[in-house]
């Protein structure tokens, strides 16, 4: 067992030395997906989603703070990214910041409603409210 190891070892040794940069790309690369994602920057309804285009919501609280999403509706939360900003090098602080994506599901049509809820670190929560549908 110990001699089999120690073959397949050499083996990828000899293998990735032997390899020229010219001969193989490192890192295989897909071709990119283009996506469409419509920005809502305001809680008023919006009806005119087209087939495939996915929905951003950006919520920000200042910092030690929580966000989150309900999603009612034939909506999917594709993606939920906490974003951090940096200028000249440095964080910033003092706010914290998330966007969520949203998918159509693949069957279901109908209104989608998105609940998001600021939690400050001190004061009340709020929440918004973000009424949308695909055609």
Request: aromatic share 6%; proline share 5%.
């Amino acid at each position: 067992m110990r001699r089999v190891l120690v073959i397949l070892v050499l083996m990828i040794v000899a293998v990735t030395v032997g390899a020229r940069a010219e001969d193989k790309p490192a890192v295989a690369v897909a071709a990119a997906e283009q996506l469409t994602i419509v920005d809502l920057t305001d809680s008023a309804a919006y009806g005119g989603l087209q087939a495939g285009e996915l929905v951003r919501i950006v919520g920000s609280t200042p910092s030690g703070g929580n966000i989150s999403i309900s999603i009612d509706g034939p909506g999917r939360l594709a993606w939920e990214v906490a974003v951090r900003s940096v200028k000249n090098g440095k964080p910033q602080l003092g706010e914290f910041r998330k966007e969520f994506v949203i998918r159509r599901a693949v069957i279901e049509h109908g209104p989608v409603k998105a609940t998001v809820k600021y939690v400050p670190r001190f004061g009340e929560p709020t929440t918004t409210t973000y009424e949308f549908e695909w055609k």
